[in-house]
C-alpha cells in the first residue's frame, strides 16, 4: 500500500500571526519504496513524521495510506488505521522496563487483540531477522543501545505494516551502530513492502533510500532519487 499525503499544511499560532510548519506539502511514497527526509532542525520533519502516522491532523490536505482518506474516518477508524497499518521507529525506543524483548515485540499483537502461536512465532522471527535471536529474553537494561533500537524495529514491523516511518531512528547510536540499524530497518521495510520514510540529518544515511527529500521551513526543496 502507499503513502500519500496531499497539499499538507499545518500551522501554529505565533504572536499575532501564525506560523507554518508544513506548507501545502505533497508527498507520494509507493510500495517497498523508501524516502529519506533530512532538514535543519526546526524544518518540519517531526511534524512530517507526526501528520503521516496519523498522529497530528493536518489543519489542511489529506493523507492516504492505501487509499483510505484518514481525515474522513473518525477517531476510533484513525486510531485503528494507524493501529493496523502503521509502524513507527522512535527516535528512542521506550521500551518497557519489566517486558523481555520479545514480549515489547509481542505486545503489538496483544493490543490488536490477536496475540496466538503465529504472532508469538511472527515477533521471534523479526528478533532474529534483527540479529537479537540470542537476546529474546533480555529486558532493556540488559540490551545495548543498538539492541534496544532493533528491538525498537521488530515492533514496529510486527503488524506487517503497509507505512513505515522512523523519525531519526539513529539519533542515539554510534556512526557505524548507527548505519547498521538503519540498513536493517530500509532492508526489512524493503523486504515487506512498507511505503517508508526515514527522518535522519545525516546525508549518508539519506543517500541509502531510495528518494531524499529535503525539508526547509515546511516546503520541499530538493526531491532526488538516490
Ligand atoms: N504544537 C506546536 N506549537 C508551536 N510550535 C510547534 C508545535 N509543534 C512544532 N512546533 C515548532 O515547529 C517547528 C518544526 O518542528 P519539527 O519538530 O517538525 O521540526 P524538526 O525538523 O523535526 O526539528 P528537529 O530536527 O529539531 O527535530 C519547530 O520550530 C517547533 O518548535
Redesign the pocket.
Known amino acids: 500500500m502507499s503513502l500519500r499525503l496531499e497539499n499538507i499544511t499545518v500551522a ?1 499560532p505565533d504572536g499575532t500571526t501564525r ?1 507554518v ?1 508544513l506548507d501545502r506539502l505533497d508527498l507520494e511514497v509507493r510500495p517497498g519504496e523508501t524516502v529519506a527526509v533530512t ?10 513524521v507526526a501528520v503521516a502516522g496519523l498522529l497530528r491532523v493536518p489543519d489542511e490536505g489529506r493523507v492516504l495510506i492505501g487509499g483510505t482518506d484518514a481525515g474522513a474516518l473518525k477517531d476510533r477508524g484513525r486510531v485503528r488505521l494507524r493501529r493496523d497499518r502503521v509502524g513507527i521507529v522512535f527516535q528512542s525506543p521506550n521500551l518497557l522496563p519489566a517486558l523481555t524483548a520479545r514480549e515489547q515485540v509481542e505486545v503489538v499483537a496483544h493490543v490488536a487483540g490477536n496475540l496466538d502461536a503465529a504472532a508469538r512465532a511472527r515477533a521471534v522471527d523479526l528478533l532474529t531477522r534483527v540479529g537479537l535471536a540470542d537476546r529474546l529474553d533480555a529486558r532493556p537494561a540488559e540490551l545495548s543501545g543498538g539492541e534496544r533500537q532493533r528491538v525498537g524495529i521488530a515492533r514496529a514491523l510486527m503488524n506487517e505494516p503497509s507505512v513505515v516511518l522512523a ?2 531512528p539513529t539519533a542515539s547510536l554510534d556512526p557505524e551502530r548507527g548505519q547498521a540499524v538503519l540498513d536493517l530497518l530500509l532492508d526489512e521495510a524493503r523486504r515487506v513492502g512498507a511505503a517508508t520514510v526515514v ?1 535522519t ?1 545525516d546525508p549518508d544515511q539519506a543517500a541509502r533510500a531510495d528518494r531524499h527529500l529535503h ?1 526547509s521551513q515546511g516546503v520541499v526543496q530538493v526531491g532526488s532519487r538516490t
Do not use: M, N, Q
Request: charged share 20%; aromatic share 0%.
Open positions: 501554529v506560523r510548519l532538514g535543519a532542525s526546526g524544518s518540519g520533519k517531526s511534524t512530517l523519525d531519526e527522518v540529518h525539508l
